[in-house]
């Protein structure tokens, strides 16, 4: 399947939701950034101020991940995870 490849792309103050993309060198300025699957792929990209919130999918990765650094803030849905 293919996905939107977006480049060189500047968001500011959006909801962004990554999943189904290709973001390549995008700067994302005081966004939230939306991630529910984890099916999207991100290179030389900046975030400066951003939130990232995490659905269901996302969230049980990233309840691994925090099992390796308890110190990481991470949020799902809008509470921590």
């Known amino acids: 399947m293919l996905r ?3 480049r060189d792309e500047i968001y500011e ?4 939701l990554l999943d189904g993309a290709s973001w390549w060198a995008c700067s994302f300025h005081e966004c939230e ?3 529910n699957t984890g099916d999207f792929s991100i290179e030389y ?3 400066d101020n951003c939130k990232l919130f995490l ?6 990765v990233a ?3 925090k099992l390796f650094n308890p110190e990481l803030n ?8």
């Open 55 to 60: 659905g269901e999918k996302a969230a049980t």
């Open 45 to 47: 990209s900046h975030f």
């Open 33 to 35: 950034i939306l991630i």
């Open 63 to 65: 309840q691994i991940i």
């Open 74 to 81: 991470l949020l799902q849905n809008g509470g921590q995870v």
């Open 13 to 16: 103050k959006q909801k962004i």
């Open 4 to 6: 939107p490849q977006l």
